[in-house]
């Protein structure tokens, strides 16, 4: 076996004969976490002061170590049937999984990245999508997949329902109480927000009604909120309920 396919076997995760990751794989997969670690701890000023200078260092020195990895990609790509020739070096540079290892990189290229850059650290977690052509995952989303597919009828028709009472509690609200708060009430899509918080019962305080009728009808709103909240994860957990039959099916048959 030639280098180069030993190193196709190393990073392509349809390519090795184990189970689970390779052993490179795993290293990228711990590298990963650790930057993604070291890159939220890093916007600690306590944190920046202590590494000063080496902040930099690191974050390079990761990047640098991703870089070469995805060098490694493109070059072993070929020995994939699906990214055979010229034609096909293109369509694994257009894959998904190739755009967010060059998205990755990105800040190396820049001798001075901007700040708002930093929001490609995170998107390092992306990276750990390829987890998915591992066989046990890959089989336990598909499931899911087909358990949400089952339900989709029953999602919609919850996601269209939270709609029409978001829409109808706000235009209430904004009839109620916007000769009284208008800086808060005085539009519906102002009104939408005490909806959307009202509904998801995170209930920030910032926005609530004073009068006595708002009140009553912010309080008959927010218990529907509560029912549509049930509803929604009553129909998530009958889809888990269901792709956990599916994979017990599919066991049985294997």
């Given at each position: 076996?030639?280098?180069?396919?030993?190193?196709?076997?190393?990073l392509?995760?349809?390519?090795?004969?184990?189970?689970?990751?390779?052993?490179?794989?795993?290293?990228?997969?711990?590298?990963?976490?650790?930057?993604?670690?070291?890159?939220?701890?890093?916007t600690?000023?306590?944190?920046?002061?202590?590494?000063?200078?080496?902040?930099?260092?690191?974050?390079?020195?990761?990047?640098?170590?991703?870089?070469?990895?995805?060098?490694?990609?493109?070059?072993?790509?070929?020995?994939?049937?699906?990214?055979?020739?010229p034609?096909?070096?293109?369509?694994?540079?257009?894959t998904?999984?190739?755009?967010?290892?060059?998205?990755?990189?990105?800040p190396?290229?820049?001798?001075?990245?901007p700040?708002?850059?930093?929001?490609?650290?995170?998107?390092?977690?992306?990276?750990?999508?390829?987890?998915?052509?591992m066989?046990?995952?890959?089989?336990?989303?598909?499931?899911?997949?087909?358990?949400?597919?089952?339900?989709?009828?029953?999602?919609?028709?919850?996601?269209f329902?939270?709609?029409i009472?978001?829409?109808?509690?706000?235009?209430?609200?904004?009839?109620?109480?916007?000769g009284?708060?208008?800086?808060?009430?005085?539009?519906i899509?102002?009104?939408?927000?005490?909806?959307?918080?009202?509904?998801?019962?995170?209930?920030?305080?910032?926005?609530?009604p004073?009068?006595?009728?708002?009140?009553?009808?912010?309080?008959?709103?927010?218990?529907?909120?509560?029912?549509?909240?049930?509803?929604?994860?009553?129909?998530?957990?009958?889809a888990?309920s269901?792709a956990?039959?599916?994979?017990?099916?599919?066991?049985?048959?294997d």
């Open positions: 076996m030639t280098f180069r396919q030993h190193l196709h076997r190393q392509d995760p349809e390519a090795w004969p184990g189970h689970g990751l390779s052993p490179v794989n795993w290293c990228v997969f711990v590298l990963i976490w650790l930057s993604i670690v070291f890159g939220v701890a890093a600690e000023p306590a944190v920046a002061s202590w590494l000063g200078r080496k902040l930099r260092l690191i974050d390079h020195f990761l990047l640098a170590l991703f870089a070469v990895e995805y060098a490694g990609r493109l070059a072993v790509c070929g020995l994939n049937p699906k990214f055979r020739g034609r096909g070096f293109l369509r694994y540079v257009a998904p999984a190739s755009i967010a290892d060059l998205v990755v990189i990105l190396l290229l820049l001798p001075t990245p700040t708002w850059l930093l929001i490609f650290r995170l998107l390092r977690i992306l990276r750990l999508l390829r987890l998915a052509a066989p046990h995952i890959h089989t336990a989303l598909r499931e899911f997949y087909e358990a949400l597919a089952a339900k989709r009828f029953e999602l919609i028709f919850t996601l329902l939270g709609v009472l978001i829409l109808l509690s706000s235009t209430t609200l904004y009839l109620v109480e916007r009284l708060q208008p800086e808060i009430f005085g539009s899509p102002k009104a939408m927000w005490w909806s959307v918080v009202t509904f998801t019962t995170v209930g920030y305080g910032d926005a609530v004073i009068s006595t009728l708002g009140k009553f009808c912010a309080g008959l709103y927010a218990i529907l909120g509560l029912g549509l909240v049930a509803m929604l994860t009553g129909v998530i957990a009958s888990l269901y956990a039959e599916l994979h017990v099916q599919n066991k049985n048959v």
